[in-house]
């Protein structure tokens, strides 16, 4: 029920006075994040406009600053630099409870003293909401999310996605405008994780709220956000819906982390003769679709080195060894409908994805340690970078 703009949203933490010197021998901390004179930049120069009911995932590696922009939108962090709006009002100083949002941690953050029903309760009660009124939106939140029958148990009673169910209950009950949601999966076992994706999708499409969805998981970046906000080291990589990532990774950042198995690299060039751009890699050449003639044309790009990048599942197995990229098989994961191949090519580790039966339903044969691959690809499944990682299409 709300549209927010981020403008050139910053944030620096400043160098403590005093810190200790660490002991010799002991290893440094290693981070990626620019260091100022003013102090470690975490955030810098954010830029995000979400629509109103929009659901946005911000989605990169520990220490990107994923948590640290949700945390300004909030209002648990000072914003170092750049504009918040809500519904275009400005928020830089305005407190957080008078945001209207609601946040649903990592952890429950549950009052293990009050039972369900009363945790739920506790904001509307801190409101001074009407009873009746209080009483109609905890049984109607606890409906929606299927908890009714735990609203007179305390958390000690309930499993982990019980109690995440019960966090997402106390935020709903106020009928936030922005609901903001910081990995609140991760302390889930795997099937729990895959039951509460689920559930936050049906969440979703009952209240008429706008969310933001911090993760570090690929998978539910891409199962839940209409767009995700991919980030590294305090910058924005690349924004879109889940399908324009996965199909334009705006840079090799953006390909190895967006895809499971991540996607394969090759040090190849990128050939341009009579007007067609094709690539070759080891003794394999591949024109490349009309589409990426196209994008590559309208660009002006010129043959060179490049770093050609296919999904695991685009890599082909191949009868015939001519004109194909060799590789020996290292590890074989057998995965029920299909088979990952481990392999190594020209010095460089590859993930084929072969499925265990071809069209007609017969076994396709097995491969094993030290056996040889031809692989393949076609020209539509290439994607091309260029020696500093920048996506050569777009």
């Known amino acids: 029920m709300a549209t927010l703009n981020l403008k050139g949203i910053t944030k620096i933490y ?36 979400i629509r109103d009911k929009e659901f946005i995932v911000l989605v990169g590696p520990s220490g990107c600053g994923k948590s640290t922009t949700l945390r300004m939108v909030a209002g648990l962090e000072e914003i170092s630099g750049g504009e918040l709006y809500i519904d275009g009002k400005l928020m830089n100083d305005v407190e957080p409870k008078n945001r209207d949002i609601a946040m649903v941690f990592q952890s429950y953050a549950l009052y293990p003293h009050m039972t369900v029903y009363e945790n739920m309760a506790f904001p509307l009660k801190l409101r001074k909401m009407p009873k009746d ?29 019980q109690r995440q169910r019960v966090a997402i209950g106390r935020a709903i009950v106020r009928e936030p405008k922005v609901l903001l949601m910081d990995e609140p999966l991760s302390n889930l076992d795997a099937k729990l994780r895959n039951q509460m994706r689920a559930e936050i999708i049906k969440l979703r499409q009952k209240i008429n709220t706008t969310f933001m969805y911090v993760t570090h998981d690929q998978t539910e970046a891409m199962t839940l956000g209409d767009r995700i906000v991919i980030m590294k080291d305090g910058f924005i990589q690349q ?51 009309e589409e990426k003639q196209a994008n590559l044309t309208a660009h002006g790009v010129a043959a060179q080195d490049i770093t050609l990048g296919v999904r695991p599942s685009h890599m082909v197995l191949s009868k015939e060894p001519g004109n194909t990229l060799s590789a020996t098989v290292e590890v074989s994961e057998m995965m029920g409908s299909e088979v990952h191949f481990h392999a190594n090519a020209g010095g460089k580790d590859v993930v084929v994805i072969v499925p265990t039966m071809d069209a007609e339903g017969q076994h396709i044969d097995s491969f094993h340690a030290g056996d040889q691959l031809n692989l393949t690809f076609s020209g539509s499944v290439c994607h091309i970078f260029d020696r500093e990682g920048r996506n050569l299409e777009f």
């Open 14 to 49: 400043p160098h403590s006075g005093g810190q200790k010197k660490p002991k010799k021998g002991a290893p440094e901390k290693k981070t990626n994040l620019q260091v100022t004179d003013k102090g470690v930049v975490a955030v810098q120069q954010f830029d995000l406009d």
């Open 133 to 161: 009124e209080i009483d109609r939106r905890v049984k109607e939140a606890a409906e929606t999310l299927d908890i009714t029958q735990y609203l007179d148990r305390k958390p000690k009673a309930l499993s982990g996605g």
């Open 239 to 289: 924004i879109g819906t889940p399908q324009e990532v996965f199909d334009h990774p705006a840079n090799l950042f953006v390909a190895g982390f967006i895809g499971m198995p991540q996607m394969n690299f090759f040090d190849a060039q990128l050939k341009n003769e009579g007007g067609k751009y094709s690539v070759s890699v080891g003794g394999c050449t591949v024109e490349l679709s």
